[in-house]
């Protein structure tokens, strides 16, 4: 498909989208867990998150997981929705046509059925500027 032909995800077109999929945190879960929505942001403590995001990139996931706030190490989760999803409005259409990232949104839970044990990273200076950004809350997160 061509950047041209972009159509939004929606729940009733969302069975389109091939996995796999993949959360980025730094909480450690276990393969059969669901990731639900109502917790606090990885990214701001302030915000009870109406919905769970993720991504067909791996490296997305990967910087979700470095900049989520938390002790643990990040860890990059296989999922599995298990309920109609949509694409993230928070990055969708906001510097580039579509969802580039391929992130996405459900307000279901979504099944942990596995976990990367590595993907390419970002520079580090990256997600440090990022960091910076995100918590002066003057930043948009890019990928």
Request: glycine fraction near 10%; include cysteine.
């Amino acid at each position: 498909m061509h950047d041209d032909e972009w159509v939004p995800v929606t729940s009733e077109n969302c069975d389109r989208v091939d996995g796999p999929f993949y959360h980025g945190t730094r909480a450690d879960l276990s393969v059969g867990d669901l990731l639900t929505a109502g917790f606090t942001s990885n990214y701001d403590g302030r915000v009870v998150m109406n919905h769970v995001y993720f991504t067909t990139v791996p490296k997305g996931a990967g910087l979700a997981a470095e900049m989520s706030r938390g002790e643990g190490r990040p860890r990059v989760y296989v999922v599995t929705p298990i309920a109609a999803f949509e694409d993230d409005p928070n990055v969708t259409n906001k510097k580039f046509r579509g969802n580039p990232t391929r992130s996405y949104r459900s307000g279901l839970p979504l099944r942990i059925v596995g976990e990367l044990e590595s993907w390419e990273p970002y520079e580090v200076e990256f997600v440090l500027e990022l960091r910076r950004r995100v918590e002066g809350g003057m930043g948009e997160i890019i990928n």
